[in-house]
């Protein structure tokens, strides 16, 4: 891969860790997903994604599950829903693996 970022670059990304306090099913969604609900800390607060993730795993698992997304991206309109953060996972095909900390830490850190 030849597309290099600088540092600069990179510190533009803002990825956080967040704790899922609810997964919904979205039946509206193009390809089989869930609604999330993830709580990023007291500066971030709550925001609202979509993923597709079923495959891997089933909705009442993940509740209290740490995950790292992105929470610097504009909203974006999934069917009827608004997206406001973007979860991060391992991509396999139609397989994702969310992408965690091996040991709980505080809601809303930066991963650098």
């Not at 390809?31 to 495959?55: M, V």
């Not at 909203?75 to 396999?92: H, P, R, T, W, Y």
Request: glycine share 6%; with cysteine.
């Amino acid at each position: 891969m030849t597309n290099n970022l600088t540092w600069t670059d990179f510190e533009k990304v803002e990825m956080r860790v967040g704790t899922i306090l609810e997964a919904n099913d979205f039946p509206e969604a193009r390809n089989p997903s869930y609604q999330l609900i993830i709580d990023f800390g007291e500066e971030i607060g709550q925001r609202k994604t979509s993923a597709q993730i079923t495959k891997r795993y089933h909705k009442d698992e993940l509740i209290g599950k740490q995950v790292v997304a992105v929470v610097n991206f504009p909203k974006k309109q999934i069917a009827n829903f608004m997206s406001e953060c973007l979860v991060l996972g391992a991509v396999d095909g139609k397989n994702v693996t969310l992408l965690r900390t091996d040991k709980p830490v505080e809601n809303g850190l930066r991963i650098l």
